[in-house]
């Protein structure tokens, strides 16, 4: 299994930028699929997650209204789109697969994890 994350970039606090995630080698169309992000010094954190179906979505706090996930099962492909981008949200942001099982806040719960992608908000 391979997920490939990309479209970080370095952006200006209320610009946008939307994350890509490649998925192979499972069956994409029955996993769940998430974004978790890390900043320097803190842990790994929950974006979003997206069902199989690309029809049910959760979101942190932190990004609820800024942030939409979604899923293409025709490409192999989940997008994150980040709007009115904060500084707070600098991170390596991570794509990860869960191949069974609903979608899910926890970290450990994800079999497959991309390599990540960087994203920094200047103010």
């Known amino acids: 299994v391979q997920l490939q994350a990309s479209g970080g970039g370095s952006v200006q606090a209320g610009d946008s930028l939307r994350l890509s995630c490649a998925a192979s080698?499972?069956?994409?169309?029955?996993?769940?699929m998430a974004w978790f992000r890390q900043a320097p010094g803190k842990e790994r954190e929950f974006v979003t997650s997206v069902s199989w179906s690309g029809e049910i979505r959760d979101y942190a706090d932190s990004v609820k209204g800024r942030f939409r996930v979604s899923k293409d099962n025709s490409k192999n492909m989940v997008y994150l789109q980040m709007d009115t981008l904060k500084p707070e949200d600098t991170a390596i942001y991570y794509c990860?697969?869960?191949?069974?099982?609903?979608?899910?806040?926890?970290?450990?719960?994800?079999?497959?994890w991309g390599q990540g992608t960087q994203v920094t908000v200047s103010s």
């Open positions: 080698g499972l069956t994409f169309s029955r996993a769940s």
């Open positions: 990860a697969a869960r191949p069974e099982g609903s979608i899910t806040t926890i970290a450990s719960r994800y079999d497959y």
